[in-house]
């Protein structure tokens, strides 16, 4: 007899393991790291803009360098106050017990969620169409022990991509 009480994962298992056969197929993602000299809580003032030679032949160069300026220009315009509110907040950080690091804090997941909005429009808008996907992701650093977010381009799974169901 079944245990009522009991909680079953299977379709989340399955799930998982349908992700990862996917993932162990599909090519390598191209990874565009952040290449400024500023870094708040680990995004990068801006990332690089060199046409990846891995995508050529899926992107136009044009295109690409369009997606990152678009992120970059968000970029420019949010982190300088992101920079402010971090000397502020480690200034204050003594009186305040901790609390003044909040609004740095709140505007980084904002900077970040912007981001995140772009990149998600950027793929409605032409990624996924090339069955291609643009996405935020969070790394260690090679260099010390802090992590980084980058871009990441993978390759949409075949069953969702529009241009597998052409003949």
């Known amino acids: ?6 909680i079953y994962e299977e379709e989340e298992d399955e799930e998982r393991a349908l992700e990862e056969q996917l993932l162990k197929y599909s090519p390598d993602p191209v990874v565009v790291r952040g290449s400024g000299h500023v870094t708040v809580f680990g995004l990068s003032n801006k990332f690089e803009s060199e046409f990846p030679s891995s995508l050529t032949g899926k992107v136009a160069p044009e295109e690409f360098k369009a997606s990152i300026n678009r992120v970059n220009s968000c970029l420019k315009k949010n982190l300088p106050v992101n920079v402010r509110w971090l000397l502020c907040g480690c200034l204050c950080c003594c009186c305040t ?19 995140e909005k772009l990149l998600e429009w ?5 990624y996924h169409k090339l069955c291609l996907h643009w996405r935020l992701s969070k790394r260690k650093c090679e260099t010390n022990n802090m ?5 990441k381009l993978r390759h949409r799974e075949e069953v969702s991509c529009p241009s597998s169901h052409r003949q």
């Open 1 to 6: 007899m079944a245990d009522f009480d009991e």
């Open 97 to 115: 017990l901790g609390c003044s690091m909040w609004p740095v804090i709140c505007l980084s997941k904002r900077t970040r969620r912007s981001i």
């Open 122 to 126: 950027e793929n409605n808008r032409l």
């Open 147 to 151: 992590m980084e977010y980058m871009r």
